[in-house]
């Protein structure tokens, strides 16, 4: 199999409905409309970055269906292997939080299109022709048990074609609701993984791990030590991988995080800390560092520069309105480098 740097990304794309303004859902006359996805976003910031990419989903095919797909074709991502059919797209309602009031968001995606997707549908090896990374993450096996076949069997073929393969694990606890519970369908999916992004819930709800003899805070401070014990116990679970990271989020208020993550290869590395005091929009924050995370990977023989390198583009996300980061390269680059001061380019 011919192989370059080429990335493939599976799952939905979703229309996105946020009342203007920090407003309420009671107050709302009108929503702002964007399209996102946890696998689309990473597309999205892996084509800003010049990597060849490839977005794999199912959409309707009617006008909002094709307004997605329009979507991630202005923004560079390939949509060659896109399975049209079923009725709607999937809708989420986001109420963005401010200060001391967190954002909510109400989901509207039963019986959407990539919900009724069934294995077979996708043309598999020819999507894995020409690439050496499928990234998939822990929403797609959630959304329906069609969804989850499908992803194993992607997973299977990448295997087979010794691709490196990269998840999300993402736990949502409102999208487990078609009669199986996570811990019964994600360790069949990870085991194929190379690389496991996740925080201490995910790896608590999906596989019962938890750290050992620390209390994690989702407070103000969050040490990156106290996550040893589950990279080490995620790893020794799934002996395919290679490399455990995890984002630490500080949780101040909705518009004051702080921001860091940890990647641990047999040692563990740690990032700087970025106070993100005004967040313009933290919806695709741990999307935007699994694109700077492939990036890194692909690019550098670091790993210390490929954790570096995404957890500055998502800092930056954070500074961006809607779900993908639309940070260039040499953004990211330069407030990697030391340079967070904001001056106007002229």
């Not at 990597?51 to 959409?59: A, D, G, Q, S, W």
């Not at 997973?155 to 393969?165: C, F, H, P």
């Not at 606890?173 to 993984?193: D, F, I, Q, T």
């Not at 670091?302 to 954790?307: F, G, S, V």
Request: charged share 25%.
């Amino acid at each position: 199999m011919a192989q370059n740097n080429k990335v493939v990304t599976f799952g939905e794309i979703m229309l996105r409905l946020t009342p203007p303004g920090f407003q309420r859902f009671s107050q709302a006359n009108s929503f702002d409309v964007v399209y996102g996805g946890g696998e689309s976003n990473v597309a999205v910031s892996l084509a800003n970055y010049g990597v060849p990419v490839e977005f794999v989903t199912r959409l309707p095919k009617n006008d909002l269906g094709e307004c997605a797909l329009m979507e991630m074709r202005k923004r560079n991502v390939g949509t060659n292997f896109i399975d049209r059919g079923g009725s709607r797209l999937g809708i989420y309602f986001l109420e963005m939080g401010a200060i001391s009031r967190g954002s909510k968001v109400v989901y509207d995606r039963a019986h959407s299109s990539i919900c009724e997707i069934k294995p077979g549908m996708i043309d598999w090896e020819a999507v894995f022709e020409d690439a050496n990374w499928f990234h998939w993450t822990g929403i797609t096996p959630a959304i329906s048990q069609g969804a989850a076949d499908a992803t194993l069997e992607a997973l299977e073929i990448a295997s087979k074609n010794g691709i490196t393969v990269s998840t999300d694990l993402n736990y949502r606890n409102k999208l487990w609701k078609y009669g199986k519970a996570s811990h019964e369908v994600m360790p069949e999916l990870v085991k194929h993984c190379d690389i496991i992004l996740g925080n201490e819930e995910d790896a608590e709800k999906h596989f019962d791990i938890h750290p050992e003899g620390v209390d994690v805070t989702h407070g103000e401070t969050v040490d990156a030590t106290s996550y040893i014990s589950v990279c080490k116990q995620l790893i020794e679970k799934f002996p395919k991988c290679k490399k455990v990271i995890v984002t630490l989020r500080g949780s101040i208020s909705a518009s004051h995080n702080s921001w860091a993550g940890v990647l641990y290869n047999g040692e563990l590395l740690q990032s700087r800390t970025y106070q993100i005091t005004h967040i313009v929009d933290r919806v695709g924050g741990g999307d935007s560092f699994m694109g700077g995370l492939i990036y890194g990977l692909l690019n550098y023989d670091d790993d210390q520069k490929a954790l570096d390198f995404a957890v500055a583009a998502s800092a930056l996300k954070h500074t961006i309105y809607g779900d993908a980061n639309l940070s260039t390269l040499d953004e990211v680059e330069k407030l990697m480098g030391g340079d967070a001061s904001g001056r106007v380019s002229r």
